[in-house]
């Protein structure tokens, strides 16, 4: 079937570097592409989405870029701050949402 | 600022019992849907209400899943019986009138455990 899946389970960045989390999708047809945030103890919370006849978006310190072409959805956080620790998880909406699995992602001090 | 409610948080239950989830959207929401997040992956759609009719239904397990949601307001999500392989987050989510179907609010959840 469709999936929306993302590359990397874990990524590990140093505090104030700029993050990139990736995801690749399946299905060409969906609407929207969301990225959500989701720390230890807490529901998904909405971060950024982009249109499918778009291919970059910008919101404060994140970026998403989207590459129909390859089919792959990237989210990049500027000055990635300690607060920034939890899973990402991307999106499509086609009818509905799907959710890939989850990157974790981990700021060192 | 308005938050969507569930309870409990946490859940401990022998297989086989029954469980009860509640959840409160926020005030106003029509839409109203209950996920299932297994441990690493991310949430999946198990049931959508538009107002107290559901509008999809085809991913809940019927046979020991039932939701309602009576008035229109809140919402039980019930497991009877449950099994091990029910062990998850259960989240709930609600989205307002003239916002789209990404603009979504999530509960903190309730963790069941199945023992």
């Known amino acids: 079937g469709e999936s929306v899946g993302l590359h990397l389970p874990t990524l590990s960045v140093q505090e104030g570097d700029n993050s990139i989390i990736n995801c690749a999708y399946s299905?060409?047809?969906?609407?929207?592409f969301i990225w959500y945030k989701q720390e230890s103890g807490k529901g998904p919370q909405f971060i950024i989405d982009?249109?499918?006849?778009?291919d970059k978006r910008q919101g404060q310190r994140v970026t998403v870029l989207l590459n129909k072409t390859v089919k792959h959805l990237s989210l990049q956080i500027a000055a990635t701050q300690p607060g920034d620790s939890a899973v990402y998880f991307c999106a499509e909406l086609s009818g509905k949402l799907i959710f890939g699995q989850g990157t974790t992602l981990q700021v060192k001090p | 600022e308005a938050e969507v409610a569930q309870s409990p948080r946490y859940k401990i239950t022998e297989k086989s019992q029954a469980v009860a989830f509640w959840c409160d959207p926020i005030?106003?929401?029509?839409?109203l849907y209950w996920y299932r997040q297994i441990l690493g992956q991310g949430p999946e759609l198990l049931v959508q209400f538009q107002d107290e009719s559901v509008v999809d239904d085809s991913q809940l397990p019927k046979d020991r899943f039932s939701a309602e949601r009576l008035k229109g307001v809140d919402s039980t999500l019930k497991i009877q019986p449950a099994e091990l392989g029910d062990s998850a987050m259960y989240l709930c989510?609600?989205?307002?009138?003239?916002?789209?179907?990404?603009?979504?609010?999530f509960g903190p959840g309730t963790r069941l455990t199945v023992l």
């Open positions: 005030s106003g929401h029509a839409t």
């Open positions: 299905n060409s047809a969906s609407d929207y």
């Open positions: 989510a609600s989205r307002g009138p003239g916002l789209s179907y990404n603009e979504q609010f």
């Open positions: 982009i249109r499918s006849n778009m």
